[in-house]
């Protein structure tokens, strides 16, 4: 599911690139060819795709610890139904399926960060496939954007 908001960030690139904004993707592992797997799926810049062993960007979004589910939390949510499987249904319909590969229930997220590392938005999932709203991301890098030049855009 990662991979699916990935691909939505990469569909908004034109417009985040107007702002002098580039994308960044941290990844916790690379079992096999995932960060390969991954790049071919989103569309995502080779050099975009960074592998995170340490996990800090993940223990950063849960506050110093890895935001996770257990499985036994997972296998009980998904059978309830709500937003989780919602989520997990959403991306399977829209072409991303799971691969089972690896550790796959530490929650992601993202952040905006400006000039000087400020943080300008953080978005962290409260359920394994929630995503950040693209029009918060893009006023969150216009405003970032804003601090740099002074105005809206660069010219």
Known sequence: MCREEASK???ILPQLEVFGAKLAFLLKEDVGDEISAFQAATGAEPGAIY???SNAFFKALGGGTENSESTLGFLAKYAAGG????NIQR???AGF????T???LVKGGLYVVGPGGRQEYAFAESEIGDHAPLDAVIGAVARAAKQVTGRAANS
């Open 97 to 100: 399926k799971g691969n089972l």
């Open 91 to 93: 991306a399977e319909a």
């Open 9 to 11: 960030l990469v569909s």
């Open 83 to 86: 937003q989780m499987k919602q």
């Open 51 to 53: 592998l995170d062993e």
């Open 102 to 104: 690896g550790e796959g």
